[in-house]
């Protein structure tokens, strides 16, 4: 039984790669049936050698520009990590090894399959809008690894929710939260510290309430339930102009390698330095993509949710002007889900707009003295000051 | 002998326009948390500090909109002069855009007590967008090095009157003009906030309104002098600012030199909600009243 598995990566300087997989169990093949790859300019010395080729006629296949290369010539010491099996590690343990695809020294791609990956998401925490009706529609609350974006008209509460968030995303594990910190970066100016007090107080108020025993444990190394400490574990970076925010979030890269309790990324608003005069439109979507390329690949690697709100604008089409979010359509794809904040009457709806797993609904929401909270039942909205 | 004034904090990131190749540093809020608490412009009456929970913020853009003698000026104006004596203690600098600067008003709102406060006023004039930008970049130079005039206070609080003066010219309504527009919005709207981070000013703007004929929703309509009016320059502008203070007149009876009722509403601020407060014009001032007990 020949296993063959046949791949040639070319990461050239243009970042594209080609990947051809071949995996088979048969006989062999003439060396002619195997797919082979357009001759490329490069030397058959940086391309990555096969891994196990075990048939005899792979070393008739030796032609320069195949990709099947013969097994005599020992493989470059840095392509070693591509071989799947080693030099004879036995044939039934390549096959084995192939066909399990877990990441490592067998698996280059990292590739992991569906069942892990499900029970993964099952076992992932969701972190609480504060609004029960809020996190019903968005299936338990803001994912982690994932990218929401939130749109809304200027009052509807956007700021709100993203402090909101970022004051629950602390809430300890033992009371249902996820006991981590909170990445904001304003664009905007609206982060109010008297506001995020106020709101790290109704949080704690509304903690003691669900869990009236926790006071009498003993806090063994817990965090202590004060505003103060809410407040002390948001890393809050303020930025005036798109070149800033292009360098916090390059930056963010490093500072969440040093900072792996980061639990929430929000930004506040990521549209606002890049509606001002572009003269070159091309620019601002390349610079765009990039971001949200960027902020998407954070959020998988840290493992963490990145929240984009963003703002509303007038779009002209079909001789009528409407509402749509901003930086124009092709923005709309770099987000995994999206929730629009409306107004309807004197009430505060929430819409899920984009999401891959959750149908489209919506819910309403209030914005309280304590925070985002569910519409209570009268509807005079008393705030406490 | 005046308490010497709280230093204000200072700036995170080094103050020049141009930004610093050092990496961006996050700051602690629980560190930014006293002084924004004290620093806060008061609006020298005590029902309107409740309404505004101590006063307008610093490192953050306020507009106050609202329809034609509904008091916008004068709010503006006894800003200008409460600064000096605040805690914030502060010279302003007054940008208007609606000829002429009201000279007599402020002098007649200046307390007698302390003659030199006209000084601590700065006004200069702007006609056009383009204008506003270069007076604020010129702001900008000032207030970054503001050791050229020793006797004066540092300048803390830029007001703005009538933004919407600026663009009533130039602009048509298509759909090209209006983006561009806009694209100026967001530039103004940038400018300050920079600004306001960077030296810790309050920064007030005043807005004019518009007739709404449509249904619209939510927080930007409110009922003005027996008409439905919403503040100008639409959704855009609205983006741009952190804090609305409409101002509406009710006509009592037949309103025909009859008291108006004042009020002046928080229409969105992220740190307030949203409530009003009834105001009067006296001589003296714009100061706010209990309602009546019915």
């Known amino acids: 039984m020949v296993v063959m598995v046949l791949f040639a990566i070319s990461a050239g300087p243009t970042g594209s790669s080609d990947l051809i997989f071949l995996l088979r169990t048969a006989p062999a093949l003439p060396p002619r049936l195997l797919i082979r790859r357009p001759v490329s300019r490069r030397s058959s010395a940086d391309r990555p050698r096969p891994a196990s080729h075990r048939s005899s006629s792979a070393g008739s296949a030796r032609s320069s520009g195949s990709c099947c290369s013969s097994s005599s010539a020992p493989p470059p010491p840095r392509r070693r990590r591509f071989l799947a099996g080693g030099s004879d590690a036995g044939r039934a343990v390549a096959t084995r090894r192939v066909l399990d695809m877990g990441a490592g020294e067998n698996n280059p791609l990292g590739a992991q399959n569906a069942w892990d990956m499900l029970s993964e998401e099952q076992s992932q925490k969701h972190i609480t809008t504060g609004s029960g009706d809020l996190n019903g529609i968005l299936g338990g609350g803001i994912h982690c690894k994932e990218v929401t974006e939130i749109g809304g008209v200027p009052g509807v509460g956007k700021t709100q929710l993203g402090i909101q968030l970022a004051i629950n995303v602390q809430i300890p594990v033992e009371y249902g939260g996820l006991g981590g910190k909170a990445v904001y970066i304003d664009t905007e100016g609206s982060f109010m510290v008297e506001r995020v007090y106020q709101i790290a107080e109704g949080c704690i108020s509304d903690i003691l309430e669900h869990f009236p025993h926790s006071h009498e444990k003993s806090s063994s190394g817990n965090k202590q339930l004060q505003p103060e400490h809410f407040l002390a574990d948001i890393y809050y970076f303020r930025i005036c102009s798109y070149a800033e925010q292009i360098a916090a979030i390059n930056y963010l890269e490093k500072f969440l390698g040093e900072h792996k309790d980061v639990r929430i990324v929000i930004i506040d608003s990521v549209t606002f330095h890049f509606r001002q005069d572009f003269d070159d439109l091309a620019l601002r979507t390349r610079v765009l993509s990039e971001l949200s390329l960027k902020l998407m690949k954070i959020a998988k690697a840290y493992n963490l949710a990145v929240v984009l709100l963003n703002q509303v604008t007038t779009k002209f089409t079909e001789g009528s002007f409407q509402l749509t979010l901003a930086l124009g359509d092709s923005w709309s794809h770099s987000c995994t889900n999206r929730v629009i904040l409306y107004w309807n009457g004197t009430e505060r709806y929430a819409y899920l707009d984009k999401s891959p797993s959750l149908p489209v609904a919506s819910a309403p929401y209030a914005v309280t003295g304590k925070g985002v909270r569910d519409v209570s039942s009268n509807h005079k909205r008393v705030r406490v000051t | ?294």
């Open chain 2, 1 to 294: 002998m005046r308490p010497p004034a709280p230093k204000p904090p200072p700036p995170p990131a080094s103050s020049s326009s141009s930004y610093s190749r050092r990496e961006p540093r996050p700051e602690n809020p629980l560190l930014l948390l006293p002084s924004c608490r004290a620093a806060k412009l008061s609006l020298g009456c005590p029902l309107l500090d409740r309404l505004l929970s101590g006063g307008l913020p610093a490192a953050s853009v306020t507009e106050i909109a609202g329809e034609s003698a509904t008091g916008k000026t004068q709010l503006c104006l006894q800003l200008a002069l409460l600064a000096p004596q605040s805690p914030l203690s502060a010279s302003s600098l007054f940008l208007h855009s609606d000829l002429p600067f009201p000279l007599h008003r402020l002098r007649r709102l200046a307390p007698k007590s302390c003659p030199n406060i006209l000084d601590h006023v700065l006004v200069a004039a702007a006609h056009s967008p383009a204008e506003l930008l270069s007076l604020l970049a010129r702001a900008q130079r000032l207030l970054s090095d503001p050791g050229r005039s020793p006797h004066r206070l540092p300048i803390r609080l830029i007001l703005l009157d009538s933004i919407a003066s600026l663009f009533r010219a130039d602009f048509d309504a298509s759909p090209a003009d209006l983006r561009r527009r806009s694209a100026l919005f967001f530039k103004i709207s940038a400018k300050l906030k920079e600004l306001a981070y960077r030296h810790q000013c309050v920064v007030v703007v005043t807005n004019q309104v518009v007739d709404v004929v449509e249904r619209d929703a939510g927080n930007t309509v409110a009922w003005s002098s027996g008409r439905r009016v919403s503040p100008a320059l639409g959704i855009a502008w609205a983006n741009c600012v952190n804090t609305r203070l409409f101002l509406t007149r009710e006509l009592d009876g037949d309103g025909a030199g009859g008291s108006a009722r004042r009020r002046m509403r928080v229409a969105f601020a992220p740190h307030l909600p949203e409530q009003s407060c009834e105001f009067v014009i006296r001589r003296d001032g714009v100061f706010g009243i209990e309602p009546p007990q019915r």
